[in-house]
Structure formats: structure tokens, C-alpha cells
């Protein structure tokens, strides 16, 4: 059922491993390694035709500076945090209740309700973008943040409670059946006892659900125009000029794009990990 150890294979199968590890890692960092070379290089490369040989200059200075002090890159990246923060918040503050209710009480609706939140991961998000774009006219949340982060809370939500859900089915249900009978409240079980256990899921979801979130690209073209409301994955592609791409400019936001979830990974490192394996070995 499980692999095999490559600990206990053959020789040549270790060796083969070995050998093929350095090559899938070197071609799963090309694009980061290419779009990093791309962010030092001046922009005289890139009309000269010099696109993956060594820079003619270092130019990293000028383009970060230019993202920064000379574009909107600082405003986009606070419309993402923005959106993140509030979204992961509501979301998994959402998710733990829910997953609590279909964890531990049964009902006949139950496993109704559960597969209502989880069906609502399968559907394809192409399918949703012109019905979701004209609620938000309708609504008057189209090229709004708070339209953005109420859409990500409610379609991130179902992933989260199916998340949680199962997290709180595997917690000692002697706990809370000892609170019941020295008479504590529904409420008081679930913000004393149950959601101190869940604190390593909350924090791997947490880290998950900003990282989806910061990331999108899709929502935040269709729901989002202009730099009041658009997040900065959107707003890279404002540094295309009207007769070419500027390469170097959208490579060096695009690093500085992909730094704040790397960040949080780091940070959030430990609880992640312990979320994700929790329950995995007795």
C-alpha cells in the first residue's frame, strides 16, 4: 500500500535516486532562478535580445528601485494584504465553527450539510466567473476589496471545514463528554477545550489559506481594475508598456511578490509541519 523505503531498495535504485534528485530540483527552480536573473538585468538586454545570458550590467538596483519608489508596487501590495489577512481570518475563524458542528454533534442533516461544503470544491471556477462577476455588480462589490475577500471567504470556506471537520473527528471525544457532564456550555467546550487542540490545524490552514489567497490570479483580474482595489498579482502586468513588455520590472515584482508567503512559511513553519503530521503516527 505504501512505498517502499528507498532505504531498503537496491544499489542501483539508490544511486539512480541520487542522481536524479539534483536534476528534478534544478528543473523545478528554472523558472524562479530564470525570473531572478531577469529582475538584475538593465533593460538594454531584453531589446538587444540578451535573455538567458548573464546580465550586460547589474541592473538589480535600478529595477527594484523603480518597483518600488517609482510604480504603484507598494499599493498593491497593501490591497493584498488587505484582502489576505481579512479572508484567512474569516475563513478559518468560519471553518473551525462549522467543522466543530459537523464534528462533533449528530444530526440527520449532517453528512448532507458536510457534502454541501465539500461539493462546493469540485466545481471549476471558469465555470463561476460570469455569475459571480454580475452578483458583485449587482451588489455593487464589483473593483471593491471587501467583494474580494467575502467571495475568497465564502469559496475557501468549504476546503477549510472539510479541513477542520476532519481534524475534530480524530480529537479524544472523552474530553468533551467529561465538560458535558460537569455541566459546561456547548460554547464554553468548544473555546476552552476544543479550540486550544486545534491550534497546530488552525495554524497549517492558516498558512495554506494565505498562500492560495496571496497567490490568486484569476479573481482578482475578473472581480478587480485599477489600483485601488487591484491585489499585486493583477497588478504586475502594469508594468507593460504599450509597445513592449517590460521584463525586468515585472521580474523584479514578481520577487517581491512571492516574498511575504515565503516569509509566512518560515515563520509558520513549525506549527505547519505539526498540523499536517498531527495524527499521523500513534
Known amino acids: 500500500m505504501f512505498p517502499k523505503p528507498i532505504e531498503k531498495s537496491s544499489r542501483s535504485i539508490q544511486l539512480g535516486y541520487q542522481s536524479l ?20 538585468k538593465p533593460a538594454g538586454d531584453f531589446s538587444a535580445g540578451n535573455y538567458w545570458n548573464l546580465p550586460s550590467e547589474f541592473g538589480g538596483w535600478e529595477n527594484y528601485g523603480k518597483v518600488f519608489f517609482e510604480s504603484d508596487m507598494p499599493r498593491y501590495l497593501l490591497n493584498s494584504l488587505l484582502i489576505t489577512v481579512p479572508t484567512a481570518i474569516g475563513a478559518v475563524a468560519l471553518s473551525c465553527m462549522a467543522g466543530f458542528a459537523l464534528g462533533i454533534y449528530r444530526f440527520k442533516s449532517n453528512l448532507w450539510l458536510f457534502f454541501m461544503f465539500v461539493a462546493g ?3 471549476p471556477f471558469q465555470i463561476l466567473m460570469v455569475p459571480v462577476r454580475d452578483l458583485t455588480l449587482d451588489l455593487g462589490l464589483y473593483n471593491t476589496k471587501t467583494g474580494l475577500v467575502l467571495f475568497h471567504i465564502a469559496f475557501q470556506t468549504g476546503f477549510c471545514t472539510l479541513f477542520m471537520r476532519n481534524f475534530i473527528k480524530g480529537l479524544p471525544f472523552a474530553l468533551i463528554e467529561a ?13 476552552y477545550v476544543v479550540l486550544p487542540l486545534m491550534k497546530p490545524a488552525i495554524a497549517a490552514l492558516a ?34 508598456a504599450q509597445y513592449r513588455a517590460a521584463y525586468h520590472l515585472m521580474s523584479a515584482g514578481a520577487i517581491v511578490a512571492a516574498l511575504p508567503p515565503v516569509a509566512m512559511f518560515f515563520l509558520m513553519q513549525k506549527h505547519f509541519i505539526a498540523g499536517l503530521t498531527l495524527g499521523a503516527v500513534k
Open 21 to 40: 534528485l539534483p536534476v528534478a530540483l534544478i528543473l523545478w527552480l528554472l523558472p524562479l532562478i530564470a525570473v531572478a536573473l531577469f529582475s538584475v
Open 121 to 123: 470544491n469540485f466545481v
Open 179 to 191: 465538560a458535558r457532564v460537569e455541566g459546561v456550555a456547548e460554547w464554553k467546550i468548544f473555546v
Open 207 to 240: 498558512v495554506l489559506i494565505f498562500t492560495f489567497i496571496w497567490n490568486d490570479y484569476f479573481w482578482a483580474v475578473v472581480l478587480t481594475q485599477g489600483v485601488e482595489s487591484q491585489p499585486v498579482t493583477a497588478g504586475i502586468t502594469s508594468f507593460n
